[in-house]
Structures are given as C-alpha cells and as structure tokens.
C-alpha cells in the first residue's frame, strides 16, 4: 500500500462523505444483516430470503433510469441530501415496528419496497456527485475505488456487530443503531462547500432522455458489454448471499453470532479486493483484471459450495469475495472515466438497474432452485457460472483492443451545498 492509495483525501468533499458515508453504511449492513436473520427466523423460507432482496432491490430496477434521468437533470447534490432523508426515515419506521415486536413479513417487506425505490434516486446521484467532489480528476479511479473499500469494510464490520447485537440486545437495537447512522452523512453533506449549481436548459422530455441514454450504450460497445456482464453476474451469481443464513443456521448450526461471521468474512474478501484495486497504479489493464478476478469469483464460491469444516469456509467464501468486488468496482471505474459526462447519470443508472435489477430476480430464481438441488449445489452453480462468465470476459478481450480510459475533465463542478 503507497501513499497514492489514499489519493482522493486531498479533496475536502470526498473525505467529508467519506467519513459520513462510511459510518451510515455501518448501519445499514447491520440492517440488512438484521432482516435476513428476522425474515428466516419469522418464515424458516429460504424462499422468502430471496423475496425480502427482491422487495430491497426491483423496485430500484424499475424507477433507476428515471433516477439517472433525474440526476442528470437536477442538482445532485439536492437529490442526494433528499434521498439520504428519505432513508432515514424508513429507518425509524423499520425501528418502531420491530421494537414494539407486532410485525409480520409483509410489512418488512412494505418498508424493503420504499427503501428500494428511495434507492433508484440515491445511486445515480451519489455515483456522478463523486465525480464533483474530487478536485483533480486524475484520482477518480481511486476515489470509486475507495468507495467499495467504504462499502466493504462497513460489510465487514456492521454484520460482525448486527450478530452480537441480535444476541445480546435484541433486533430493535441493530434497525435502531441504523436510523441513528443516518445523522452522519446528513451532516457530511451539509458540511461540502461546493460551486453554485447552474441549471441546464433541456430540449427533450424525460422518455426522450431515456431514449438518448439507451442509444448512447448500444452505440458505445464496451460500456454496454460491462454492463451485460454485471447484469449477468448480478442475476445468477450474487444472490449466492441470501442462501448465507441457511450456511449459518442449518449447515454450520450457528446462530445469528455465525451468521454475522459469514457475512464478515465476505465483507473482508471484499474490503481487500477494493483496497488492491486502490492500490492499483494508473495505466494498469482493469478489463485483465476484472476478467482475472472472475474466476478468482467462481473458484471461490466453488470451493466454499460444499466445505463443512468452518474455518476453511471462511477462507474460501472471502477468496470468492475478493474476486466479487471487481464485477462492481471495475465495471463502475471504467464507465465513469470513459462516459460522456452529459450521460454519466442515465449510464450509471443502466449501471445500477443491472446490478440492483437483477439481483432479486435471481433471488428469486436462486431460492427456487435450491429447493430442488440443495443449497450447496446451487451455490457450486453459482460459482462455474461465474467461471463461464470469465470466459466471456477472455473471448471479448481478445476480439477487441481498447486504449487506457481517459478520465472526462469538465471546466468545473456544477454542484452546491445549499
């Protein structure tokens, strides 16, 4: 690790939502880790875990586009404190329900729903503001980077926590601490100090702008092949995770303590992908390496599929991990520094509908199937899935050279703190 590791620091906006980001994410990992456990323990479903993440993640498929619309539109930094409030809210709600203890599923699922949609205008946002918060451009990769070590290290810690909590304190306590995150990345944002926002004439409606988005990816290739990968990935892949608590329950026979570890251990495989890809030097080939990282994605997951001894599990759930960060980090760091800047909202919200779209429907598919194969065997699935993809990523590779990204400099940020 060097010293250009941390190099997006030197923006006094970045690291403000840094910090706030980083602490209310804490918060939210917990919440997550606190539903999963809730929503199993309520339904004995592994079905029904798949249904709790397409409650969280469709509806942020179905209004996403509209969200990058949104961003590209309005001011983001507006659309983002307005998210970030929303989301509190939610919280509280989730909090009271739970601590007053007369809840069913639907009602969690209910609030999942709000927060999915909240969430289809909060990461097209938040992923373009970071472009004006980082005062020279050059450390773009880098802060995109930082922001899944952000994501990761809070996955790390927040479900290590949210499995003591549980134990020791209750469920209300860990959607309480949640809510109470929130308070921080309010502050960070209203500490930016950022150029007045200048409105933008527009000359279409917002179907036209869709329409506009849509072509731009079908005519820039590689962007729109990163996106195809993610998506595919994000279906038949990543929901290897809400078969985690049935790993934690009934192949380990832990209790929410191991539920917590598992899910830290991914949150480290995944904490030191996004690090490594931080430490990166810049030219440095990211298609090699997110092809390369793939298979490490697949390998892991096959390894880990059908290990019953514990600690190994552990090790090779976190090399999988590792591998993980790439499909979301790379695919992320080369959309952003190669996009237009005028569709960098509507292109990172195709971003987000592949990866927060596909993922509950392959919850859904994944928790069906593994009621037919086993919940190992679908988890080995998952993994010579990703391995395939990998080979995808090789074929691509070699039918197409692509020169080094070139980070977009625009004359200044458009954003304020106001």
Known sequence: MNISTFSAFKSRNYRLYFVGQSISLIGTWMQKTAVSWVVYSLTHSKFMLGVTLFATMFPSFLFSFVGGVAADRFSKYKLLLLTQIVSMIQAVMLAVLIYFKHYSIWEILSLSVLLGIVNAFDVPARQSLVYDMVDDKKDLPNALALNSSMVNLSRLIGPGIAGLAIEHFGDDVCFGLNALSFVAVISSLLLMKLP???????????????????????????????????????????????????????????????????????????????????????????????????????????????????????????????????QITITNTLIQTTVDPAMRGRVISLYAMAFFGMQPLGGLVIGYISKYLSVQNTVMGEGIFAILIGLLHVRFLHRHKFKKPRVAVIAKPVEVAA
């Open 196 to 326: 007045k926002y200048i409105s933008k004439p527009t000359t279409k409606n917002v179907l036209g702008e869709l329409r506009e988005g849509l072509q731009y990816v079908k005519k820039t290739p590689s962007i729109g092949f990163l996106i195809l990968m993610l998506g595919m990935i994000s279906l038949l892949v990543l929901p290897f995770s809400t078969l985690i608590p049935v790993y934690a329950k009934d192949i380990f026979k832990g209790t929410a303590s191991t539920f917590g570890i598992i899910d830290s251990a991914i949150g480290l495989g995944a904490f030191t992908g996004a690090i490594f890809l931080a430490s990166l030097k810049p030219g440095k080939d990211l298609r090699k390496i997110l092809a390369i990282n793939t298979f490490v994605f697949g390998t892991g997951l096959v390894l880990f599929s059908h290990m019953t001894y514990y600690p190994l599990a552990l090790l090779f759930v976190t090399i999988g991990a590792f591998g993980m960060m790439s």
